[in-house]
């Protein structure tokens, strides 16, 4: 995709990956826009970065996704991509009756929300130049870490839902890319955490983001980023390895 000019609305980017692709792309000369739920981390960036549009909206509730992209459209009418990238990754122990409200909660959030989002916006990005949709899922989209069996398949609903997404709009100027990090350090999953500000680990976010920007840049339209493609080439077959590491 061509990375200047542009302007972006990035879901999630209240910190991790949107807000560190936020700022890679604010660097590279775009309108920047993102989006959480949490005002005061909303608030403390744009007092950080000048420039950077905000807005509270709840990627997981219907009638808030409608009003972002009317707000979008009507404070921003060029903006040109959208990138899926907000998310969150519970733990499910699947010997109980789990929860159905978490359970609605994370494939609301994962894979109802950028569904619905991308269908909102494709009337708006066919108008215009260079539209591109951008969805965040996973290395585990191939392969399931089962102690978060939810999250892990809605990685892998959203891998599928991609390649139909870009199959359907093959005959628009709009490109359907797929980002899909592997382990990389950010808040993801600290809900079960009992230290909230501890990582889960991973790669560092720079790292990350200079390898998902190379490939932006290159055209990939199915991106893996490091060892997110050793789980893409191998998947399943590693099922029993990959999971006796948690
Ligand atoms: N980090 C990894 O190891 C990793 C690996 C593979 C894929 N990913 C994917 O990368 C994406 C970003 O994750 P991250 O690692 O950057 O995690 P993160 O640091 O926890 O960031 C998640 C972002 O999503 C936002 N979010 C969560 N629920 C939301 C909702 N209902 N409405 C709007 N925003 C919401 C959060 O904002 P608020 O809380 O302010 O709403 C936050 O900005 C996710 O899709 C994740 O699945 C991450």
Partial sequence: MQINGNTI?????TSGIGLAFA??????GNTVIITGRRQ????AIQARIPGIVVKNSDIADAAQREELVNWVYSNYPSTNVLINNAGVQLAMDLSQPVDPARVYAEINT???GPIHLGSLFAPHLAGLQ???????????????AAFMPVYCATKAAMHSFTLSQRWQLRNTNIQVIEI???SVDTELGH????????????????????EAMAALINGELEAPIGD??????KGETIFEAFNSRF
Wanted: proline letters at 8%.
């Fill in 23 to 28: 700022e890679e792309f604010m660097k590279h």
């Fill in 191 to 210: 809900d079960r955490r009992e230290d909230k500000t501890q990582s889960h680990g991973g790669i560092p976010i720079a790292e990350f983001i200079k």
């Fill in 180 to 182: 899909a990090p592997p």
């Fill in 110 to 112: 994962n894979l109802v």
């Fill in 228 to 233: 997110a493609k050793n789980l893409r080439a």
């Fill in 9 to 13: 609305l990035i879901t999630g980017g």
């Fill in 130 to 144: 260079n539209p591109v949709i951008i969805n965040v899922t996973s290395g585990l989209a191939w392969i399931p």
């Fill in 40 to 43: 005061d981390r909303l608030d």
